[in-house]
C-alpha cells in the first residue's frame, strides 16, 4: 500500500540555519511527489513537486527538494530559514490514475530568532 | 483569477445533525479533491470528481456522507446525523486535469458538540 513517513514531528532552528524535512514515501512505480505547507488556519500551499525528470528540483519561497529512489526519499532543504517559514510542512505522493494524494503526517517547524 | 474558495469558514453543530458544505474550485478546472484533515495528521483523501462523476470513495466516507458535484462546477459535502468523531477540517482541492498541481482551499473547520 501507499504510504509516506514524516519521521519528524517537531524541528525547531534558529532563523538563518539550514533546515532539511525529511520524507520516505511507499510506492510501487514511479511516483508523483509533493511538498505542501499550511500555515495557522490556512490551507495548503504548493512549495514544489517531482514528477519526472531532474531529481532536484526547485521550488517558491528558497525550497528545494530531491528525489532519491534508492532511498525511496524525498527530503526538503532550504539553506537559510526566515521566521516566516515557520508552518507545517507535509509531504505527499500522488497516485496515478486518480491522482488522489496520500500525506505524511506533517512536521511543524518553529523558528527562533 | 480567485482561487478555490469553501463555505462555511466554521461550522458549529450538534450531534445528530446534518451539515452541508460547498466548494467552488478554479474556473475550468476539471478535478475536484475531497480530503479531510484531523488534529495533528495530515489531510486523508474522501473522494474525487471528474467533472460530474464521481470517481473514487474512500472506505473514510461512510453512508452518512455524501458529495455532488452537479454539472461539473462546484460541489457539496453533506454529513448526515453528525458524530463527534466527524470533528475536522474539510479540504477541498482542485486541478485542470490528471497529473497537475492539486490547488487547496482555505478548508471548512466543523465541530460536533
Known amino acids: 500500500a501507499q504510504s509516506v513517513t514524516q519521521p519528524d514531528i517537531h524541528i525547531t532552528v534558529s532563523e538563518g540555519a539550514s533546515l532539511e524535512l525529511r520524507c520516505n514515501y511507499s510506492y510501487g512505480a514511479t511516483p508523483y511527489l509533493f511538498w505542501y505547507v499550511q500555515s495557522p488556519g490556512q490551507g495548503l500551499q504548493l512549495l514544489l513537486k517531482?514528477?519526472?525528470?531532474?531529481?532536484l528540483v526547485q521550488g517558491i519561497k528558497g525550497f528545494e527538494a530531491e528525489f532519491k529512489r534508492s532511498q525511496s526519499s524525498f527530503n526538503l532543504r532550504k539553506p537559510s530559514v526566515h521566521w516566516s517559514d515557520a508552518a507545517e510542512y507535509f509531504c505527499a505522493v500522488g497516485v496515478k490514475n486518480t491522482d488522489k494524494l496520500i500525506f505524511g503526517t506533517g512536521t511543524r517547524l518553529q523558528v527562533f530568532p | 483569477d480567485t482561487g478555490v474558495s469553501q463555505d462555511p469558514r466554521h461550522k458549529i453543530t450538534k450531534r445528530g445533525q446534518n451539515v452541508t458544505f460547498r466548494c467552488d474550485p478554479i474556473?475550468?478546472?476539471?478535478?475536484l479533491y475531497w480530503y479531510r484533515q484531523t488534529l495533528g495528521q495530515g489531510p486523508e483523501f474522501l473522494t474525487y470528481f471528474q467533472n460530474e462523476a464521481q470517481l473514487e470513495k474512500s472506505r473514510l466516507l461512510s453512508d452518512r456522507f455524501s458529495a455532488e458535484r452537479p454539472k461539473g462546477s462546484f460541489s457539496t459535502l453533506e454529513i448526515q446525523r453528525t458524530e463527534q468523531g466527524d470533528s475536522a477540517m474539510y479540504l477541498c482541492a482542485s486541478s485542470p486535469s490528471g497529473r497537475e498541481t492539486q490547488y487547496f482551499g482555505p478548508g471548512t473547520r466543523l465541530l460536533v458538540l
Open positions: 474556473s475550468e478546472h476539471n478535478r
Open positions: 517531482y514528477f519526472s525528470g531532474d531529481t
